[in-house]
């Protein structure tokens, strides 16, 4: 099919005219559209979802019965389905509520000031109302502003607004119970029909997108987990890009990174979905009343620091400072087996949250933890090789140390020194010590305030591996959020496999 | 007179009834938004003008003479000031345009599409018009989930209620041309009163909001970088908190902190602070059009950078495996310096930020690249405390290596050990390394398995400085980033201090 359309673009370049760039850039925009609604259908349901619904309650307006019983008041029908219709049926849930209390509220408070102004004379009738209505708008918006109150920003707006409607018409129309009641009618009609609407056609529970988007969070954390230890370990230091050029441009070639990125920010997400959420009667795979919408969002904040350790194994890897690469091919097969089996708790832990499963990890966390210690291990074996051995050389050292506070800034020097070395150094057999420390003492006679940032770049790796273990570390507080969620939730028990 | 108010609060109590405790909790709350309102006065003056807004576009309905000139359709007026008035002048803008051209839109749409009704027969017309309410329902719905139009949203709904109202109250009221035209005008009437109160009156600027907001966060960077150093450089290790119990209790004791993960979550805010920003005339200190409102969203984002640095820095302080005490005391020194020195120029960043000026940060720039590389050469003359001089035990340990796959996870039994350690070694003085080593290797023989653990730990502190050391690589870009909006925003040079 790709080459069809390869060859029909072909035609369409060969006329040469601006009239088939225009048609060429409309193909492209159509095929985009076409793209952005395949990738999640939910997208095209809601928008026909909301055609839907003002198509059904302008039904009421123009079919002459309805129209007949309810007057020309049905339009605010309109206005409550146009402003209620949310993506999910929990946010609908929660706006219809605000939408209805607020309604509630500046109804009743409405008629209470109308009945006492009604009760001043003529004079003082439109100050009373005048007041009233500067109070309330003074006051809603205060409490608007309220950290608690936030998330009822809406309710408040609609207090506002109906209150001064109902009040003000009331006022020219001489009747402000009928005319708040009428409103109260035409706003529950809309309401009415934009959550039936919302509910039966082809709902979009927020419940089942909170529990895509954590599992998806697991999935991104391993996978950047797994991308950023092989770019490590496979990075030789001579195509290293500029941090200063790849710090906005969003490091094109890492895809895994900038999707854990993107669950790094995806805090208010998460928060918002489950405010939804928590709205929704029991649905789908969601069976029973009072879901524990909230766990989602502790275990996502866990996971989130399991991934601030990825995003500074990450800082590493693009650091300025940086290991030798023969270091880092020593310790390869460690780092490379704790990373996989620590990518694939992380992944299982999302695996069974997405199957709804409840199984004990406590096997893969102790495989993963012996990893890990075998990477220790490894590290102090030749941990002589990340430090230089200086105990002689102590008080030499120190004078170094007092001249060296000149300021120019060590990394640039450094970094190209590193891929000299590391092309020399290329072939190095990964446990030939002896030469390796020979060759090193070479380069200590020469170049002494070089040796001794190669010392702390030898750290840096330290500070990879640290990361790294530090991450497994966490691994056990994210396999206890999983599994008080699973006993939560009642996710369904099985054998371990 | 906080004593004075005590001893009214001891009066109240006691008189020991349910009265008193509801008058208290009144008071308490009372005080709370007392002190809520002043701690941003903002908020106030916001909700007056809310009030003021209302009742201005009121007084059109209960002022006899402009009522009789508009009629009605007036109460548009009050809806649209409810709808649209915003915190900040920017964002009232930008909501005023939504609501101005999606009226505009809806208001062409809709007479076009009642010209073709009206062309048709009787029957057709609601036929023509339904088709056209679903059509728009679905298009505006599906636009406004479009990643690059999500921010016109509001525009959006408004295109969808207004082409509603208008041709469906035109088919009942036959002429829909009219019927569009007032509403127009009472909802350009409602914008009109609402744009003015809020320029006229006690403007609340985004721009100044967001000016203050990356200010705030470079200071909250330095506080919590220092307050982290501080409590990782005098903690014992005797008080240690689990991380469990901490991480999700928002570490009470680190105020700070809590401070830097607000900045590190603000990416948000600064976004739509800077999207509002740009709808602002010049106003204030921001002088010229074109202000670059998009680079304070930069610099935003390499702050978070480094950021992300001190989250790590954090991270080790909380990390479960710990570097001795009295190893952390020896490079105290150094550690302070530095971070000292890092904290002063990423403050001074804020500084000249907050007072636009623009000066030369190189000396403070070098000044911090001597400290730490002062502290990279005390960490390099005695790299051989972090590690244990395994020389001669490689094959010794390798076995170790193999029988430690046994799964019961170190971190633990190695954290009460250090307790013991870091009492044990209390007094130790920074510099008899010696004496230091005959005790390691004592240890060494009694316990060797928790012996390597050790040496990994005390590279705990190796990452710790490689941290610090990266966030002061990564203070230049954060220069060149403040530099670049020095230039573009145009902030007046002074000569160096």
Chains 1, 2 share one sequence.
């Not at 109260?184 to 934009?194: K, P, R, T």
């Not at 996978?223 to 969003?250: A, R």
């Not at 270091?327 to 780092?335: G, N, Q, S, T």
Request: include cysteine; hydrophobic fraction near 45%.
């Amino acid at each position: 099919m790709s080459g069809k359309k390869g060859s029909c673009n072909n035609k369409v370049e060969a006329e040469g005219s601006s009239n088939g760039g225009l048609l060429l850039s409309c193909k492209a925009w159509a095929m985009s559209v076409w793209e952005f609604g395949r990738d999640e259908p939910n997208r095209v349901i809601f928008s026909l979802k909301v055609g839907l619904a003002v198509l059904l309650v302008s039904l009421l307006i123009l079919i002459r019965a309805p129209y007949e019983t309810f007057g020309t008041n049905i339009i605010w029908s309109i206005l409550t389905v146009a402003i209620m219709f949310e993506y999910t049926v929990g946010s609908t849930f929660n706006k219809g509520f605000n939408r209805a209390l607020g309604s509630l509220l500046a109804g009743v408070l409405a008629i209470v000031a109308a009945q006492l102004a009604l009760c001043a004379d003529r004079v003082l009738e439109p100050i009373i109302i005048g007041i009233s209505i500067f109070i309330v708008g003074t006051v809603t918006s205060f409490m608007k502003l309220w950290p608690s109150l936030v998330p009822y920003e809406y309710g408040f707006r609609v207090i506002l607004f109906t209150y001064c409607l109902i009040i003000v018409s009331g006022y020219r129309m001489g009747n402000p119970i009928r005319t708040a009641m009428d409103r109260l009618y035409s706003i529950a009609i809309g309401g009415l029909v934009a959550v039936l609407v919302n509910v039966m056609v082809c709902p979009i529970w927020a419940g089942e997108l909170l529990h895509r988007e954590l599992v998806k969070g697991f999935d991104s954390v391993a996978d950047s987990l797994e991308e950023c230890v092989k770019k490590y370990v496979e990075d030789d230091g001579l195509d290293h890009p500029e941090f200063s050029k790849t710090v906005m441009d969003e490091f094109p070639d890492e895809p895994a990174y900038r999707r854990c990125r993107t669950t790094l920010n995806s805090s208010a997400k998460l928060d918002s979905l489950a405010q939804s959420a928590k709205w929704e009667p029991p649905h789908g795979r969601f069976k029973h009343f009072f879901y524990p919408w909230s766990e989602y969002v502790k275990v996502g904040a866990v996971l989130r620091y399991c991934a601030y350790e990825v995003m500074a194994l990450h800082g590493v890897l693009h650091s300025e400072i940086q290991a030798p690469y023969n270091l880092r091919v020593m310790f390869r097969a460690e780092i490379e087996e704790a990373t996989g089996q620590a990518a694939e708790l992380v992944r299982r832990l999302g695996k069974d949250i997405g199957d709804m499963n409840r199984t004990l990890k406590a096997s893969l966390l102790k495989r993963v933890h012996a990893s890990t210690e075998r990477l220790q291990v490894a590290i102090d074996m030749h941990s002589f090789l990340l430090t230089s051995s200086y105990d002689r050389a102590t008080s030499a050292a120190k004078t170094d140390g007092d001249t060296d506070a000149n300021p120019s800034p060590p990394s640039e020097t450094y970094h190209e020194m590193t891929r000299k070395t590391s092309k020399r150094l290329y072939s190095w057999p990964s446990r030939e010590v002896d030469a390796y420390e020979e060759e090193a003492a070479v380069g200590n006679l020469l170049v002494p305030r070089m040796r001794a940032l190669e010392s702390t770049a030898a750290l840096s790796l330290a500070t990879f591996t640290s990361l790294l273990i530090e991450f497994v570390a966490r691994l056990g507080h994210l396999v206890d959020a999983v599994e008080e969620l699973s006993s939560m939730a009642k996710f369904k028990s099985e054998v371990e496999l």
